[in-house]
Structures are given as structure tokens and as C-alpha cells.
């Protein structure tokens, strides 16, 4: 499957964005499909994950209660809504998509671009 990641931007804390990541290529909604972040000099992390059917979600701690991961399997499209944005939410962000894992596996098939949000204080 190929994921291609938009909706990044530049934002004021509190602020809002709405990130989408279309796939091709394959039946979209087999997928496990989560997003991931990597700020400049740290690793990759885990941001949220949703299970095929769109009914279950995770979340990393530090977005709990501020972003909401959902899906359209009709659109082929996974979105990633982020509000009040904080200064350390400044990240390259990744989607990605997994045939068969649960939804605490950092271990995705595939991934796509990312794209950028940038947040000032």
C-alpha cells in the first residue's frame, strides 16, 4: 500500500490541524493504520492507532484528550486531528500502515512522507 501524508503547517499554540494520509494500492481497510512523529535530534515516537474497522484507538500519553485518530475506508483516507497544539508537538509526521499487528506495535509495513507541523509559541 502507498500513503501519502498532507495537511501539515505552521500553527500558534492552541491552534488547530487536521493531517490525511490517503493510500493506495491495496484494500485500505485491512490495514492497522497509526501515525507517528520525529522532532529534530529524538527518535520516532508513537502518536495513535486505529484498528481496521475504525472502532478501536490508542493514543501516546502526551496527546491523550488533544488529538483523535479516525478513518474513512470508503476514502481510502486516515486523518489525524490535532487540537489545542503545544510548542513540543513540533514534529515531522508520519503515517503508517500494518497488516496484522495490534495496536501497540511500533512495527508498521509500511510508511508514508511526512509532513510538517510546526507550532509557535
Known amino acids: 500500500v502507498q500513503l501519502q501524508a498532507s495537511g501539515g503547517g505552521s500553527v500558534q499554540a492552541g491552534g488547530s490541524l487536521r493531517l490525511s494520509c490517503a493510500a493506495s494500492?491495496?484494500?485500505?481497510?485491512?490495514?492497522?493504520m497509526g501515525w507517528f512523529r520525529q522532532a529534530p535530534g529524538k527518535e520516532r515516537e508513537f502518536v495513535a492507532a486505529?484498528?481496521?474497522?475504525?472502532?478501536?484507538?490508542y493514543y501516546a500519553d502526551s496527546v491523550k484528550g488533544r488529538f483523535a485518530i479516525s478513518r474513512d475506508n470508503v476514502k481510502n483516507t486516515l486523518y489525524l486531528q490535532m487540537n489545542s497544539l503545544k510548542p513540543e508537538d513540533t514534529a515531522v509526521y508520519y503515517c503508517?500502515?500494518?497488516?496484522?499487528?495490534?495496536?501497540?506495535?511500533?512495527?508498521?509495513?509500511?510508511w508514508g512522507q511526512g509532513t510538517q507541523v510546526t507550532v509557535s509559541r
Open positions: 486505529i484498528d481496521w474497522s475504525g472502532g478501536y484507538t
Open positions: 494500492g491495496r484494500t485500505f481497510s485491512g490495514y492497522l
Open positions: 503508517a500502515a500494518d497488516r496484522s499487528g495490534s495496536l501497540t506495535t511500533n512495527e508498521y509495513d509500511y
